[in-house]
């Protein structure tokens, strides 16, 4: 198994949360990016919240890839390199990989624990998948190993995580995927659609809390890997359905007036206040079509479920035949 699985960290380094910490709260609306919802223990909420009945997303994309997975195979062809941005548990790959058989699979996370745990029962239940695993910001690179085969590529991105980017920073990030695939690559996508604001705002906020957990655990990192002063018990969860903007928006609003102390910086929170930490996008199907012809793509097919709850987007760097 050794041989099969190859680790390649980038070192996405805590440093970085600081920077990202220091330039957000000095904002005057706060703010901090949802990649950093993601350490061992925000992957493990994010993994249980994906089991929850209000958060239909991940149900309904997997039903989806499960039932196309013969069909994605014929239009992709078999033996391509298999690449997964924020691939996490690979819970969803898996779907595929049979149908697809990759000439190698390169998953890609921030949190290279997690990531490691998840490659290594990968190579167990499919002794003959070659895997290379990156420990990335997916946000800013898409690093592929070198020692990869020589092939044409197919990004997987699923689970609607376009979405929290905004409509200029996809773009940025379609663009830096359609460089990566080169000639004749394949990008494979789940993006959520547009729906009612009730069933949104109850994806967001589920019954058992776990989506406030998620949210609630950023602060904990702060004050476990940045030695941050400050009382995370005075902080609540909100989200909420902006219909104007076509986002989720999650925010940790604090309570009462309080100061963030963080490396001789004081960063003051008013009662009430919200520091945002996830927006989350949602598209129509010519929206997000259109989104993608102009990062230089190519709509092959794309499957939308029977209730128009979720998309999946197959689309070329090619010419169409």
Request: hydrophobic share 40%.
């Amino acid at each position: 198994m050794t041989e099969q699985v190859s680790f390649h960290d980038h070192k996405p380094t805590a440093l970085s949360l600081y920077d990202a910490v220091v330039s957000g709260l000095s904002q005057a609306d706060k703010s901090i990016p949802p990649k950093f919802f993601y350490d061992k223990r925000g992957s493990e909420l994010f993994e249980r919240i994906c089991e929850q009945p209000e958060y239909y997303l991940p149900g309904v994309e997997r039903r989806m890839l499960a039932r196309l997975a013969e069909e994605i195979a014929t239009l992709t062809g078999r033996g391509r390199i298999l690449i997964e941005p924020g691939a996490g548990s690979a819970g969803k790959v898996r779907l595929l990989l049979d149908a697809l058989r990759p000439a190698a699979f390169v998953p890609m996370d921030i949190s290279f624990d997690y990531l490691k745990s998840s490659a290594m029962d990968l190579a167990r239940d499919y002794p003959w998948l070659e895997i290379h695993v990156a420990c990335v910001d997916f946000t800013h690179s898409l690093p592929v190993p070198e020692e990869i085969p020589e092939g044409p590529r197919l990004l997987f991105f699923p689970g609607s995580s376009l979405g929290n980017f905004d409509r200029e920073e996809a773009g940025d990030f379609l663009r830096m995927v359609h460089d990566t695939l080169g000639d004749e690559g394949m990008l494979l996508i789940g993006v959520d659609t547009k729906k009612s604001e009730s069933l949104l705002n109850a994806a967001y906020n589920d019954a058992a809390g776990l989506t406030a957990e998620f949210n609630l655990n950023l602060l904990h990192r702060l004050r476990q890997e940045l030695n941050a002063e400050l009382d995370t018990d005075i902080f609540e969860h909100r989200a909420f359905y902006n219909v104007e903007a076509g986002r989720i928006e999650m925010h940790l609003v604090s309570r009462y007036r309080q100061t963030l102390c963080l490396n001789g910086r004081s960063f003051e929170f008013k009662a009430g206040e919200r520091l945002h930490t996830e927006n989350s996008y949602k598209y129509a199907p010519r929206e997000f079509i259109d989104l993608a012809s102009g990062s230089g793509f190519n709509e092959v097919r794309h499957w939308v479920d029977d209730e128009g709850l979720f998309a999946i987007y197959l689309l070329t760097t090619g010419e169409l035949s």
